[in-house]
């Protein structure tokens, strides 16, 4: 992506590739949008364009985006969802405008009401709600990795996925399972 900027690590699910933007939240955490600027290009990548971003309107999507980590996180254990962190995904939700739009190839994409971030925080905090509630086709789990412990939607049919991305949790735990294993038998 940008230069002097960590990657952005995506997936195929909006609310939870947008929690990624804080990845290894309980080791050394990477900040993915530090400024206004990245949270622009970040949801550019996912079709959400918008005009420009203030440190402010930084600040609302960062809260969404620890609101949606906590609660995605409480329903990946069963838990009872934080009410505080219902209410911004709520809030967010209710106070953009934005639309489901069907493309002629038959795919649903999103056409914001203005080119404003806080319609392009309303299509994350729905898309966060389809997936915390069980709209969609699959399971929220949590990384297996304990330094990232993100938060994942699981579509594989088996719904057993360990890591919130093997390119990077999962290579990073079988190296570090292969290197022990090394010094354990050096032979």
């Known amino acids: 992506m940008r ?8 997936g195929n699910v909006l609310a939870t590739s947008f929690t990624g933007t804080l990845s ?6 990477v900040e993915r949008i530090p400024v206004p600027r990245r949270l622009i290009d970040w949801l550019a990548v996912y079709g959400l364009t918008v005009d420009s971003c203030t440190p402010e309107q930084l600040d ?3 809260e969404l985006r620890e609101s949606i980590h906590a609660a995605a996180t409480a329903a990946a254990l069963r838990e009872a969802l934080p009410a505080a962190a219902v209410q911004v995904i709520d809030d967010r939700s209710v106070e953009g405008r934005a639309a489901a739009v069907l493309t002629p190839e038959g795919e649903r994409r999103w056409r914001l009401g203005s080119s404003s971030v806080e319609d392009a925080l309303a299509v994350i905090a729905a898309d966060a709600v389809d997936v915390i509630s ?9 990384c297996a990795s304990p330094t990232c412990r993100a938060a994942f939607f699981d579509t594989s049919q088996s719904r057993t996925r360990k890591w919130c991305d093997m390119n990077t949790c999962g290579n990073r735990q079988k190296k570090a399972r ?8 050096p032979g």
């Open 60 to 62: 609302l999507a960062r």
């Open 24 to 29: 290894e939240r309980f080791g050394d955490s």
């Open 134 to 142: 069980g709209e969609r086709d699959g399971k929220l789990a949590l």
């Open 178 to 185: 292969f290197n022990a294993n090394q010094r354990k038998n």
């Open 3 to 10: 230069a002097g900027f960590p990657d952005f690590r995506l």
